[in-house]
């Protein structure tokens, strides 16, 4: 499947999941001028007119194949529903059309697959920025910052910053908190 998407042949329909369909006929439809009104997603027109300005094909509704420029469009919203596109990589406003299109997508029912993002050309890879997400480590560091300064903390504190009871059972086991007695905990 792998070499099929990096050649130039168009790819049959029928070999996208459900979602990608979903979201390649909301592309498609606002792409129609005539059809424009009936697309779930009103964001995804200006998505459109960008990429064709940007040299992207989007084929008519009826199209039985998907382009390769329509693959990557694909790709490029599942990437910017989930991490950060550096803009400064790409050109502006079709960066922008993403930054609208991707949530909107989301707000209807739409998030892109990981299976999506494979399809993505070698070098749009170098335009994805990652967020940074609060892992485990930085949860307990937080945990052991917040219990040093209170001196104790309750289960419901732990709570209000994010860490759940498992986890602070865990870190007790670790060693990283004390139990000091019943719902009451401090740093080691």
């Known amino acids: 499947m792998g070499k099929a998407l990096l050649t130039d042949k168009p790819l049959p329909i029928g070999r996208l999941t459900r979602v990608e369909c979903l979201a390649l006929e909301c592309l498609r439809a606002c792409s129609d001028t005539g059809r424009a009104d009936t697309a779930p997603c009103t964001a995804l027109k200006e998505l459109v007119e960008q990429a064709r300005e940007g040299g992207f094909e989007i084929w008519r509704p009826e199209a039985f194949h998907v382009a390769q420029s329509e693959l990557r469009l694909l790709s490029m919203l599942a990437i910017s529903q989930r991490v950060t596109l550096d803009i400064g990589r790409i050109e502006p406003a079709l960066g922008a ?20 993002i494979t399809r993505v050309q070698p070098g749009l890879r170098k335009i994805v920025q990652r967020v940074p997400v609060e892992g485990r480590k930085s949860l307990r560091m937080k945990a052991i910052r917040h219990a040093r300064e209170r001196g104790t903390m309750s289960p419901r504190e732990f709570q209000a910053i994010g860490v759940t009871r498992q986890y602070l059972s865990q870190l007790c086991a670790r ?4 139990r000091i007695r019943p719902a009451l905990y401090r740093a080691n």
């Open 97 to 116: 059309a993403l930054l609208r299109a991707a949530p909107a997508l989301q707000r209807d029912g739409i998030k892109l697959g990981f299976g999506t």
């Open 175 to 178: 060693g990283d908190f004390i």
